[in-house]
């Protein structure tokens, strides 16, 4: 009954209603002015609030869908961004020093040239000087603390010949008594004169990189004692610091040997994790941009080695790489849980790979188990080596697009083994104490300075192993 009341009153256009209306009665009964309670009068109203929770409902759900919309467009402009910032790192780390110097290319030929005016030759190299410019300027890359193009001044040369000639002195009984001798009558190795028999064109540039430490200098004797008998090599040495090494620079004029000495740090992000640092990767890319800017584009001539300063190698091994046309490989022992790391080779073409780790790598080898000729470095001009620790030979390798019928087996069909992953063992830089270093006797004041120059120990009056020194058996503190 109320409900027909309810809407029989409602539609009524009395004035009784109209006026009941006005003093808050509707359809005689007593309601909210703006907010009827109940009844089917308010069956409208309901209609709107229902209409208004499904607008408001719908309008949620628009501006939540927006959101996500916005979200995701943010999502993919970051990663845009990201991507576009790290290919811009990768070209500036790359290829920065290529704006920064002006380099006239050099061929393989002039980068060994002798200097013709030898009254101007002197035994000091080029030091302190970025490529191509007048003015110590590091790069962010690297700098080149000091370069020598020249094969050997007459100092050198003489010097150099006077040492065979010592030697072949002390050994003179031996040497007459065996024909077969490698060493000629004025005193100069028979490789270091003839090259590789006749096959002494092309250069060999050789990659060193090195890192400071306790053994560096003893290891960097050792190796350069090794290349003074290699003809047609030039020596480019690395250094992980981000200033020049006076030891270095000291050393290396000693060999006779062209070279040029660099200083390129690790970046500082990729030193956080101490077990997978990719050592010697900055000093590769470094070597790697440096011939870039110096090599003539169109010369061939040349090979492109990877020697680290702890490694052994056989002299027959350059005349092996030099004959590379674009990429060869060959045998590395002392690798791994094999011994050995080497490519498998069948009827003359390399079919795999025999190395203890493969890690799902394309061409698992050594750093110094392979060599490229220097025009693949112009071909792909990107190509270089990651910050991936254990992946820097199959990433740079496979950069230069290399396919496995094209590798060049050497070392007798890699039956041989010429070069071996030898490492000396690290141990701590020892600290002498003595009483005091104004009264250290005799040469031993000396001698510990250059132990201290050379980085192989230090001195300290305070902290350290107690010295002694020894006479006619009786013991003293130093």
Not at 46 to 70: E, L, Y
């Amino acid at each position: 009954m109320t409900d027909r009341r309810y809407s029989g009153s409602c539609g009524s256009s009395s004035s009784s209603n109209s006026n009941n209306s006005n003093n808050g009665y509707r359809c005689g009964i007593k309601t909210q002015l703006h907010a009827p309670s109940s009844g089917r009068c308010n069956y409208h109203n309901n209609n709107n609030n229902n209409n208004s929770c499904k607008t408001g409902v719908a309008r949620s759900t628009t501006a939540a869908m927006h959101v996500k919309k916005t979200w995701k467009t943010a999502a993919v402009m970051f990663l845009a961004v990201a991507a576009v910032t790290t290919v811009t790192a990768a070209f500036y780390f790359n290829y920065a020093a290529t704006a920064c110097c002006a380099v006239v290319p050099l061929s393989s030929s002039s980068l060994l040239q002798e200097s013709s005016n030898t009254a101007a030759v002197d035994s000091e190299p080029y030091r302190s000087k970025l490529v191509g410019s007048s003015a110590t300027r590091p790069s962010k890359l690297y700098a080149v603390c000091e370069v020598r193009d020249h094969l050997r001044s007459p100092a050198d040369r003489d010097r150099f010949s006077r040492h065979r000639r010592q030697t072949v002195d002390s050994t003179s009984s031996t040497v007459d008594k065996n024909p077969g001798n490698r060493y000629s009558y004025n005193g100069e190795s028979e490789t270091a004169r003839n090259g590789d028999r006749g096959n002494d064109t092309t250069l060999i540039y050789f990659i060193t990189p090195t890192y400071p430490r306790r053994e560096q200098i003893a290891e960097l004797t050792r190796l350069g004692q090794t290349l003074m008998h290699v003809s047609r090599l030039y020596w480019i040495v690395a250094d992980d610091r981000p200033d020049c090494s006076l030891q270095i620079m000291n050393l290396l004029p000693d060999f006779s040997i062209p070279y040029t000495y660099i200083a390129s740090p690790m970046p500082s992000i990729y030193k956080h994790n101490p077990n997978a640092m990719p050592r010697g990767v900055s000093n590769r890319r470094a070597a790697l941009n440096w011939i870039r800017l110096n090599h003539n584009i169109n010369d061939s001539n040349a090979v492109i080695y990877f020697g680290d300063d702890d490694n052994t190698f056989h002299l027959d091994l350059f005349k092996e790489i030099r004959t590379t046309k674009k990429i060869s490989m060959f045998p590395v022992g002392l690798v791994g849980e094999y011994g050995v790391s080497s490519p498998i080779i069948d009827k003359g073409k390399v079919v795999g790979f025999f190395d203890s780790w493969p890690a799902k790598r394309k061409f698992p080898v050594d750093m110094a188990g392979f060599a490229i000729n220097v025009q693949l470095l112009f071909k792909y001009p990107y190509a270089t080596m990651p910050y991936k620790a254990g992946f820097e030979e199959d990433r740079f390798l496979s950069a230069l697009a290399i396919r496995l019928d094209e590798i060049e087996p050497k070392a007798e069909n890699c039956t041989r083994i010429l070069v071996w992953h030898t490492q000396t063992a690290k141990k701590p830089k020892p600290i002498v104490m003595v009483r005091s270093k104004a009264t250290l006797p005799g040469s031993l004041a000396t001698l510990l300075d250059q132990v201290t120059m050379l980085g192989i120990g230090g001195v300290s009056e305070t902290t350290g192993v107690r010295s002694y020194m020894t006479k006619n058996g009786n013991i003293f503190r130093v």
